[in-house]
């Protein structure tokens, strides 16, 4: 159940439904990828590449290794090429959720088979690295 409040009333409760889900980790892109790496009880911990740890005590995590490609988009070629690490797993974890839902048609062409859903997206911490290196070229 979702609670939604309005002013100072009691919560009602609404009825959600989940249509589908997406997931982006260490052991890959998508449930099955996820499944499978459970099920073989494989351990996704390697040594971090992404920044620097020489100076941390330790220097090995679950990191995601991304597809060289995004999923089918509608992005044009300047923004898809603009957009940051978190904004790239949001985008495979978003492609899995709707073709789970089943909010993809049944064309040839995948990206053309992305149904026109108006959707608002965002991470929060995502783009950490983008804010990092902003404030470093700006401090320095």
Known sequence: MAYRSGDNSPAVPHRVVVTGAGIVTAHGCGWQANADAVREGRVSLKPVTLFDVTRQRVGIAGQVDLPDTLPPHRL???????????????????????????????????????LPVPLCLGTSAGAMTLGEEFHRRTLT
């Open 76 to 114: 044009s070629t300047r923004t898809a090429g603009r957009l940051e690490r978190g904004s790239h797993l949001l985008l495979h974890a978003l492609h899995e959720t709707l073709k789970s839902a089943g909010w993809t048609g049944g064309g040839k062409d995948e990206k053309d088979t992305l």
